[in-house]
């Protein structure tokens, strides 16, 4: 169960970072207005569930958080 979620959080920041392209978000049917609902979505769910998704502490897990917020500024720099 643990590796399927690995395989949903590298399938969901894939089509993330491939929505930089206009035909990819036509394609999936995705407008900016979903992109943050979705967003709002997930954090909502992961963070009614901190025994399934524990919040890491930056601190702890340097290398980690400084992935997440390159991927981030690759994100947003689509826009």
Excluded: W
Aim: net charge negative; proline share 6%; aromatic share 8%.
């Amino acid at each position: 169960m643990r590796e399927s979620k690995h395989i949903l959080y590298l399938l969901i920041a894939a089509i993330f970072l491939n929505s930089c392209s206009e035909a990819t978000d036509q394609l999936l049917g995705l407008t900016p207005a979903n992109d943050v609902e979705l967003g709002k979505s997930v954090v909502a769910q992961i963070e009614a569930d901190p025994t399934n998704y524990p919040i890491l502490p930056e601190a702890n897990y340097p290398e980690a958080y400084e992935y997440i917020q390159n991927m981030t500024a690759a994100i947003v720099a689509c826009q």
